[in-house]
């Protein structure tokens, strides 16, 4: 299970994902996309083994008579109780304890009944309006007074959230969401149905990235305060859940254990590059050159990188940035605000955007110096294929980022400018550490981070959900 990510689109999970699935060909790979519209291009070709459904977000809803008599009262009865646990604040673990619960008998409901109407009704709105006056003291404290349109707003988000949890179920051998959150909706309905077992990978810290979103979107504080509470509680579900969680890196450990994973049920698989597409990247750029690669996008804060760059043209005239890399649907204006910031401090010409390039490898050899920028990663891709082929590396001290880099290259404060250019000119001008840390790099992402490895823990957590699940089918 997957959003917004593979097949429809490029970026480190995705590519986390093609490894995964053309690494076991042995096995047939049902993938439940949920997407946006359900009219997304397949950004990937698959393999034969391989087939993809899409769970769209948005798009036209389902129609559906409805409900009547003792289905509308259970329905009535249940959507109340999930605006009570998502605006109290009991402990976070029984609170969670209910939440799942009411997920599950939702479920159960939506097997019979279909819901889409109810969960968009005037009903549905009123006891939005109803649950929030009874949080009067709440809202008071912070100016806040939910309006009708919160409301709305807020049934239609809850609405769409719920897509996935009510979608057909498949019945595997196991499931595998690739995130926390909305997809771990389609794993709980197939372990629900068919006592499947779910194994839950995190890349990045999907709960702290919505934090991160929200923050910048256009709804009010009351509607914002519903969503993350209704994805707090969906990714502790996920956590307390999963038959088996494996982070991408340790860091994210942190993060689900406060979120209620049980600790007996964690193993970390880092994430793995095939060294044959990694060769050393050999000679160096002529002029001093900074590359960044990625999907252009808030996370990647490609701002901090472009005002460090400033000040690296400051001390460094003929310096570069080169920047490659797609834009996703949606953030086009992130993009232009971030090449107006360039040209608002003088550095067109110098600070190119080079869009995707067909070979990711050169972006990383058109450098002498790799940079992250993030403000929130899991263990990224191009920190350890930059560090496979051979290049220094200056990066963001964010989710795994020091667990791959170690001393192998240098680590500074997100969202700090000064200390990122001062990282950077510190190897730009010194060409033996900067050649010596590539090297070092290089070798440690050849013992710790394959792709090979990678593909071999999955095979047999695969291999031993499934065997650990036998007897009980055969008893059956």
């Not at 999930?82 to 998502?86: A, G, R, W």
């Not at 570069?320 to 490659?324: A, G, K």
């Given at each position: 299970m997957t959003e917004g990510t593979y097949p429809h689109a490029y970026g480190g999970?995705?590519?986390?994902?093609?490894?995964?699935?053309?690494?076991?060909?042995?096995?047939?790979?049902?993938?439940?996309?949920?997407?946006?519209?359900?009219?997304?291009?397949?950004?990937?070709?698959?393999?034969?083994?391989?087939?993809?459904?899409?769970?769209?977000?948005?798009?036209a809803p389902t129609r559906g008579p409805g409900l009547t008599g003792r289905a509308a009262r259970r329905f009535a009865w249940l959507y109340r109780e999930?605006?009570?646990?998502?605006m109290s604040d009991p402990d976070e673990a029984a609170g969670a304890e209910v939440f799942g619960e009411i997920l599950r008998e939702l479920y159960d409901l939506s097997r019979v009944e279909h819901l889409g109407s109810a969960l968009r009704g005037e009903d549905a709105v009123r006891w939005m309006l109803a649950a929030w006056a009874e949080q009067g003291d709440r809202f008071t404290e912070v100016g806040v007074?939910?309006?009708?349109?919160?409301?709305?707003?807020?049934?239609?988000?809850?609405?769409?959230?719920?897509?996935?949890?009510?979608?057909?179920?498949?019945?595997?051998?196991?499931?595998?969401?690739?995130?926390?959150?909305?997809?771990?909706?389609?794993?709980?309905?197939?372990?629900?149905?068919?006592?499947?077992?779910?194994?839950?990978?995190e890349h990045g810290v999907y709960l702290r990235e919505r934090y991160l979103e929200y923050r910048a979107s256009p709804y009010g504080w009351a509607v914002k305060a519903l969503m993350l509470s209704f994805l707090r509680r969906l990714c502790g579900a996920g956590y307390r859940q999963a038959d088996l969680i494996t982070p991408g890196n340790r860091y994210n450990q942190r993060w689900e254990l406060r979120g209620g994973a049980d600790p007996q049920r964690l193993q970390t698989v880092y994430n793995g590059v095939d060294p044959a597409h990694f060769p050393p990247a050999g000679d160096e750029p002529d002029v001093p050159t900074i590359s960044w690669a990625g999907r252009v996008d808030p996370i990647k804060d490609l701002e901090t990188l472009i005002r460090a760059f400033a000040l690296i043209r400051a001390e460094l005239p003929t310096a570069?940035?080169?920047?490659?890399g797609g834009t996703p649907r949606g953030n086009e204006g992130y993009r232009d605000k971030c090449l107006a910031l360039a040209d608002s401090l003088g550095l067109d010409g110098s600070a190119v955007y080079e869009g995707r390039v067909d070979d990711i490898r050169d972006a990383y050899t058109a450098g002498h110096v790799v940079v992250l920028s993030s403000i929130s990663e899991g263990f990224p891709y191009t920190l350890i294929e930059a560090m496979t082929a051979g290049r220094s590396t200056v990066s963001t001290d964010v989710g795994?980022?020091?667990?791959?880099?170690?001393?192998?290259?240098?680590?500074?404060?997100?969202?700090?400018?000064?200390?990122?250019?001062?990282?950077?000119?510190?190897?730009?001008?010194?060409?033996?550490?900067?050649?010596?840390?590539g090297a070092a790099a290089r070798d440690r992402a050849l013992e710790f981070f394959t792709v090979e490895q990678a593909v071999e823990s999955f095979r047999t957590i695969y291999d031993d959900l499934v065997s650990s699940r036998r007897p009980a089918l055969v008893s059956a």
């Open positions: 999970v995705s590519v986390w994902c093609d490894q995964l699935v053309r690494g076991m060909s042995e096995h047939r790979f049902a993938v439940r996309a949920i997407t946006g519209t359900g009219e997304e291009r397949l950004a990937w070709e698959l393999p034969d083994h391989v087939t993809v459904a899409t769970l769209p977000l948005w798009g999930l605006l009570t646990n998502l007074v939910p309006t009708v349109h919160d409301a709305l707003t807020a049934v239609d988000l809850l609405e769409h959230a719920l897509r996935p949890l009510f979608a057909p179920v498949t019945e595997t051998d196991v499931t595998h969401a690739v995130t926390n959150g909305l997809a771990v909706l389609v794993g709980l309905a197939a372990k629900w149905t068919y006592g499947t077992p779910l194994v839950l990978t570069r940035l080169r920047m490659f795994g980022v020091t667990e791959a880099v170690a001393d192998t290259g240098l680590v500074v404060p997100p969202r700090d400018a000064p200390a990122m250019a001062a990282a950077c000119l510190e190897l730009l001008r010194d060409d033996d550490r900067r050649r010596r840390l």
